[in-house]
């Protein structure tokens, strides 16, 4: 993955944001979370505060593994076919053994508050997958409802009306 140095600052500020969100749902929640922890009482209290938790690590380890693998390049250096912030991607996936399924979304480093389906943060497990990877590349990532693979097909920059 090539990333400016900029593009790594952001990702460094969102492994300290994610970490905040894990101490807060923690603070919120300890006795829930310990029980999970320690394997104890499992309701459904204790599962949705560790899938929080869980999601917050997987997005603390994506961004780590970014920084950790990335390749530091001037902001001139980006190759046009690299996803980056305010490009439309098209993507195609299969679910569960659907028909693939090809759909559109702009990636941004932060959901905007007129969101409209549209949009597709960074910081989501979509965003975070895609943000620096080609056109043609296929990459896994993990949401709440299980996990999954897209096939990058295109991107512009802008939305399309």
Do not use: W
Request: proline share 3%; no cysteine; net charge negative.
């Amino acid at each position: 993955m090539k990333l400016t140095r900029s593009e790594i600052e952001k990702k460094q500020k969102r492994i300290e944001e994610y970490k905040k969100q894990i101490s807060a749902i923690r603070n919120s929640g300890q006795d829930a979370v310990r029980d999970h922890e320690l394997g104890f009482a499992y309701n459904s209290e204790n599962e949705i505060i560790a899938q929080q938790v869980q999601l917050y690590v997987s997005l603390i380890e994506k961004e780590e593994r970014d920084i950790r693998e990335a390749e530091v390049v001037e902001e001139f250096d980006m190759p046009a076919e690299l996803v980056n912030i305010g490009d439309v991607i098209t993507a195609v996936t299969i679910i569960d053994g659907e028909e693939p399924r090809e759909f559109e979304f702009m990636l941004a480093n932060e959901r905007p508050d007129d969101y409209q389906g549209l949009v597709v943060s960074t910081a989501s497990p979509v965003g975070a997958a895609v943000y620096g990877k080609m056109i043609g590349e296929q990459v896994q990532y993990v949401a709440p409802q299980g996990k999954f693979t897209l096939t990058i097909v295109e991107k512009s920059r802008g939305l399309k009306r």
